[in-house]
């Protein structure tokens, strides 16, 4: 199975918890009939943005997901995860390049910047990596969206966004265990 980030932008049409339950049930089958498992969701905290990550068995399995929910959807591609630091998470870490990028490059730059990390009490917790090299999200545990911002800017990391989310689950939005 491959891990998928499928990213969704709602502009103003901001949406909330009820909203994404009604996506998940409505998504229910389809799930099955493509082999697709649902991890977590993140869910921008102004409701904007809605980024999720899948099991599947390709990214066009959650694709014709989306399509047959009629979900529209910014992107979806697969990725390798890079684990960092244990534990929760809160902000999250665009980033694009236009030419492919070696992800050993950008972990040694992230590496470099470590100090500026801890100076804005950041911890690297995971990042996704795309497989054509073009993308990338990394998820932080930090006090604020805009202590991750510093942190990134100070380093010279490159970014296209930053922002602070909640952690959306089965269990959040169903109560199950």
Not at 38 to 43: A, D, H, I, P, T
Not at 143 to 162: F, G, I, T
Request: glycine share 6%; proline share 2%; aromatic share 12%.
């Amino acid at each position: 199975m491959a891990d998928i980030i499928l990213e969704r932008h709602f502009g103003d049409e901001a949406i909330d918890l009820d909203a994404v339950k009604q996506m998940t049930m409505a998504a229910g089958g389809c799930l099955d009939i493509y082999s697709i498992d649902w991890q977590f969701s993140m869910l921008s905290k102004d409701g904007s943005s809605l980024f999720c990550h899948f099991q599947a068995p390709d990214t066009e399995a959650v694709r014709n997901m989306a399509r047959f929910t009629n979900s529209d959807y910014h992107a979806a591609w697969a990725g390798d995860i890079h684990e960092g630091d244990e534990g929760e998470f809160n902000v999250l870490v665009e980033r694009s390049w236009d030419e492919p990028v070696d992800f050993e490059v950008i972990a040694a730059r992230e590496e470099e910047g470590a100090w500026c990390l801890e100076a804005h009490n950041v911890s690297f917790i995971r990042s996704y990596f795309s497989k054509d090299k073009r993308r990338m999200i990394c998820l932080y545990r930090a006090p604020d969206a805009e202590s991750v911002r510093q942190a990134q800017s100070k380093a010279e990391l490159p970014y296209d966004n930053v922002w602070a989310f909640q952690k959306v689950t089965r269990d959040l939005l169903f109560g199950e265990n």
